[in-house]
């Protein structure tokens, strides 16, 4: 069975950092790219950050570039995404998503970890 | 970017009745387009990719149709469980784009 684990969400104020990890199983983690996607609360989902299998493509939305990193360790079968210069804006379920094997379609969803910046 | 346009925002129907749910693309994405589920408190859950291509485990009475830059999500008998909202998402680059959903309430 396909699992994703999200892990480290937090209550921040704006212009800090946090790591926000994905534990993958359940599947040949190294196969599939992945992504974090987002969804503010009330509001609809919003496509942060992808990363190809071995890591060397990397893509950002333009809201995150230059203030999130996303990375992946295919030995841990984890996923990473370093959030920092943090806004109020960003304030989000964060989900990691996995691909559709060889494909950009996002085909499983981990349950989301919850980052909150605020004062 | 591409901009993707569904509706309508809301609709309300009985059980048993069939569900039309519209996703308009600002450019074509082919046959790009994937539509998904989301209940309160949980994470989405893939119904549709390829445009018409049921993902596993989805009931068959979920189906998608159209390509280019019109497409349609179609319930064709309405369940309780139903009840969720129903985004649309083109992924013709690794840039996927959601529509805003589709909220469909159970009458």
């Known amino acids: 069975e396909v699992q994703l684990v999200e892990s480290g969400g937090d209550l921040v104020q704006p212009g800090g950092s946090l790591r926000l990890s994905c534990a993958a199983s359940g599947f040949t983690f190294s196969s599939h790219s992945m992504n974090w996607v987002r969804q503010a609360p009330g509001k609809g989902l919003e496509w942060v950050s992808y990363?190809?299998?071995?890591?060397?493509?990397?893509y950002y939305a333009d809201s995150v570039k230059g203030r999130f990193t996303i990375s992946r360790d295919n030995a841990e079968n984890s996923l990473y995404l370093q959030v920092s210069s943090l806004r109020a804006e960003d304030t989000a379920v964060y989900y990691c998503?996995?691909?559709?094997?060889?494909?950009?379609?996002?085909?499983?969803w981990g349950q989301g970890t919850l980052v909150t910046v605020s004062s | 970017e591409i901009v993707m346009t569904q509706s309508p925002a809301t609709l309300s129907v009985s059980p048993g009745e069939r569900v039309t749910l519209s996703c308009r693309a600002s450019q074509s994405v082919s046959s790009n387009l994937a539509w998904y589920q989301q209940k309160p408190g949980q994470a989405p859950r893939l119904l549709v990719y390829g445009a018409s291509t049921r993902a596993t485990g989805i009931p068959a009475r979920f189906s998608g149709s159209g390509s280019g830059t019109v497409f349609t999500l179609t319930i064709s008998s309405l369940q309780s469980e139903d009840s969720a909202v129903y985004y649309c998402?083109?992924?013709?680059?690794?840039?996927?784009?959601f529509g805003q959903g589709t909220k469909v309430e159970i009458k």
């Open positions: 998503a996995r691909n559709l094997h060889g494909d950009y379609v996002v085909d499983y």
């Open positions: 990363i190809s299998t071995s890591g060397s493509t990397i």
């Open positions: 998402q083109q992924y013709t680059n690794w840039r996927g784009t």
